[in-house]
Structure formats: C-alpha cells, structure tokens
C-alpha cells in the first residue's frame, strides 16, 4: 500500500469547501473528500504545533506524554528512567516506526523537527528530509520540489508511507503576490460582524484586535501586504480573512501537484491520501485572531480526509482524536497497534461504510500560549483556564453551544450551570484517570505554571501592559496585575 499524508499546518476545518466554506478555497482536496472518508469532527487532543505532532507521532496524548508547551520541561518527551529498554518505547512506537516494522518505506518532507527541536518525530521514518533549509513557513513552492522529486523516484515502487509538510495558512501569511487574491470580490464569513469586530477591539491579549501579529502589530517587522496592522475597520477585517484563506487555497494547489504527480506515474488510484493539520486558527473567537491561543473549535478542531482504495466513501460524523485517525491508517495499513496508544480505530465502520459511533467526550489541551483544557461532549464545549494567556476577559470558566454558537461568542456557565457542573466532573475524573496511567509525576500544565506560565507570553507583561495604557484600554492593566502580579 502507498500512503501520502499530506499535514497543512494551521487548517481550521470550517475553511474548506468540503466542510461548507463559503469561498472556494480547496478544490482539490474537496474532490478527494468526496470519493473517500471526510471526519467532520476530528479535535487535535492537544495543541498547537509541537503538543498537537507530539501526540500524533507517539500516539498519546500530552498529559501522558509530557509535552504540552513549547518551551521549558513541558516542551520534552517524558524520560523514561530505568524503565527505559534498550530501545526507547518512544522510538519504537511511533507512528512511522509501526508503519516501518509492517513493512512499509517511510519518509518525510518537513522541517517542522528542526523548528521545535522534535527529535521525536524523526523516530521511525527512513527518511526526514528538510530540503527546504528551514525552519518552518516556507512556502508550498519551496516543500514541493523535494516531495515531487521523491515521488518520481519511489513513487511507483510498492509499500511507502510519505509525509509532506505544507506551511502556507501559518502566519504571517506570505503566499506570493504573484497568486493574486481569488477572494477579492467575495466577502469575509457573515458570522463576523462590525458587532463582532467593535466588541473585540476593545479587548486585550496577545493577537488580539488591535495587535493581531503578537504582542505588538509590528512584532514581526511590517506586515506584508496581506497583514492588515490592525482590524480597525471591516476592510481590515476581509484582509485578514482574505489572506488565510488564500494560503489555504495555495496549499491545495500543491495538493492538486501531488494528487497529478501520482497521476503521471500511474499510481494515483492505488495510492492512500490522507489530509490534515495540526491545529485550526481563531480569527475573533474568544478575541484572537490570526493565532491560535485557546483549548477552543477554532483552534483544535481540524479537518481530516482519508481516501484508502477500496474503502467506500462515507462521512464519519462521531468525536474522534486525531490519534484516532492515525490509528485507523495504521490499522488499515496491516499494523500492529501499540498497547500505549490512546489512539482508536475506526477501520471496521470504515470498510462498512457505516458511521462509527465516535467518543462519548474528546479533552482538548493548550499549553503554549495559555493554560486550558477544554472538555467537548454533544454540543457542548467546556474550558477550563489556567492561565489566561493575558487575556483577562476570559474567565476561570466558559460553556458554549457550539450548535448553536460555533463562533464561541456567548458563554453560558451562568445560564446553564448544570451542564457547567456535569462537564466540569467529567474533566475532572478524566485528569484522574489519565494521571493514573501517565508517563509524567505531575500534570504538564502544572509544569508550566511553575515554570512561569506558557512559553509565548514569557517576559511580555510589563511592556504589554504600557501598550494598553497607551491604546486606550488601561481598564485591563488592573485586572491582568490581579492575576499575574509582577515582582
């Protein structure tokens, strides 16, 4: 069997024709969804960039793996001790190291383990290629003449598994001029109104409305020519969008490539294609854009499309982890899969063409940007904050409906406080359980509160604080003193 796993980083499921984008942003991966297996309701367990690959490489989650930042003591895989065997369990079940040992050639086209430090990743495949020489966001054009020139190669040969890193929707969004912008005459998503964008201009945080890019609008030099400096009016509000969107709409172009160069060497029927991501991006959910800060839908709900010939197409409806896809490629690939997963897999309702009936609940994890935990179960989202990431408006607790506010702009704890109780327990006996079989002595999160909070907002207060006193939005200095006292 050959398997192309192509990973868009930052690909927020709502924004692709195939799960009812407005814009036609992805053409070629919707005519993939619709003759394979399009998850409409895959969540990264834990995220963003590192914790979210962390998970899917050793198929565990972060609290038991260890990793759930992307710095300090969080931002590494447990250490074993004198549990460790000669080979470490980390290296041995990986996802390209079960895909190997069945037999199958596994490479890899990314410089995402040079960009986090991710040994880890590495683990497994024959071969990790970082021709771009890089260290993270380069564009499709620099990923795919090594992917392409790999394919030519080995592309007809049996038995491989191929990993190919596309960059183009993470900030700062930087798709060439010379694509044009296909979305000019087609407005922004109805959801986000100058209501919407009014409200959230008047709060605070890092890639909030009126530092979109970090802690300050130039925090990356100037933005380009598809940054807007700030979301001061509804114009700004459609560059933003058009410029995520057109990224997005780059990185299928490069799928059409692949899905094409498969088709020349005659291959492309009998070749897997399995599309992700890590994480989503918020563009004004929980008032962040351009980012991706919370345990929230727009952060760690990720597209997932599976073609497997000979298996039927169908849409999977249920609550699955990202490991559980990974788990379900594995499986229907012929390996065996590691006790130490908590991946699942689905292959059975798969080959039926049956829904599979999912998780009951899905935990989701933040420990980069914030301290969160989110806990979705039906239609409901619960997120607990530990840290607030500097963005006091967001309380200790929040409820969302996300049937009926996807965008997380009503927070229900005080209308609805029995499912506010029902889901705060669930949380809670989850902790327990996974405390119970993890390979770390205490929570990460915990780690990372003790080590001075997440890594991104490191070191930041003090000159965030005079931003606002002089953008006029001193009423938060106060509170945000209150919970992250300097001294």
Do not use: K
């Not at 919370?294 to 409806?317: F, N, R």
């Not at 840290?387 to 609805?416: C, I, S």
């Amino acid at each position: 069997m050959r398997v192309l796993y192509i990973d868009i980083d930052t690909l927020r499921a709502d924004h692709l024709g195939c799960y009812g984008y407005h814009r036609d942003t992805t053409p070629n991966i919707d005519a993939i969804a619709a003759r394979g297996v399009r998850f409409s309701n895959v969540y990264a367990s834990d995220v963003p960039c590192l914790p979210s690959r962390t998970a899917l490489v050793t198929g565990t989650f972060g609290i038991r793996n260890g990793v759930n930042n992307h710095g300090g003591a969080a931002a590494e895989l447990a250490a074993r001790g004198a549990e460790r065997s000669f080979f470490s369990q980390w290296s041995v079940t990986s996802l390209p190291s079960v895909l190997m040992r069945a037999g199958m050639h596994t490479a890899s086209v990314s410089s995402f383990p040079l960009r986090h430090g991710a040994t880890w990743w590495n683990a497994g495949f024959m071969e990790t290629m970082n021709l771009m020489r890089g260290f993270g966001a380069e564009r499709a054009d620099e990923v795919l003449p090594g992917a392409l020139d790999w394919l030519q190669r080995r592309g007809r040969a049996d038995d491989w598994f191929l990993h190919v890193h596309l960059w183009d929707p993470h900030t700062p969004y930087n798709t060439p001029d010379s694509f044009g912008n296909p979305f000019a005459d087609t407005p922004a998503p109805a959801w986000h109104t100058e209501e919407v964008r009014a409200r959230n201009w008047e709060l605070a945080g890092p890639h909030s409305a009126q530092e979109p890019w970090g802690f300050r609008p130039d925090e990356w030099g100037t933005p380009g020519p598809r940054s807007p400096w700030n979301l001061a009016t509804e114009h700004d509000v459609q560059r933003i969008f058009d410029g995520y969107d057109v990224g997005v709409r780059y990185a299928d172009d490069a799928v059409g490539q692949l899905c094409n160069q498969l088709a020349d060497l005659g291959v492309l029927d009998d070749t897997a294609i399995w599309i992700s991501s890590d994480h989503g991006e918020a563009f004004g959910e929980l008032g962040v854009y351009a980012d991706h800060q919370a345990a929230d839908e727009a952060t760690a709900h990720i597209p997932a499309v599976l073609h497997w010939p000979g298996v039927p197409a169908s849409e999977q409806t249920g609550l699955h982890y990202h490991l559980d896809v990974a788990a379900t490629v594995a499986d229907l690939a012929g390996a065996r899969r590691p006790s130490a997963w908590d991946g699942e897999s689905a292959r059975e309702s798969l080959e039926a063409g049956v829904d599979a009936p999912g998780r009951e609940q899905l935990v989701l994890t933040q420990g980069a940007w914030s301290a969160q935990r989110g806990l979705r179960r039906g239609s409901h989202l619960y997120l607990r904050t530990l840290h607030d990431g500097f963005h006091p408006h967001w309380p200790d607790e929040m409820l969302f409906d996300l049937t009926a506010d996807p965008h997380e702009q009503v927070n229900l704890t005080g209308d609805d406080p029995a499912t506010t109780s029902l889901l705060r327990d669930a949380l809670d006996q989850w902790l327990d359980e996974q405390m119970a079989r993890s390979y770390v002595a205490r929570d990460p999160l915990q780690t990372i509160l003790d080590e001075g909070g997440p890594f991104h907002t490191r070191g930041h207060l003090p000159a965030y604080l005079d931003r606002l006193r002089s953008t006029g939005r001193s009423q938060w200095v106060e509170p945000l003193l209150a919970r992250h006292p300097l001294g």
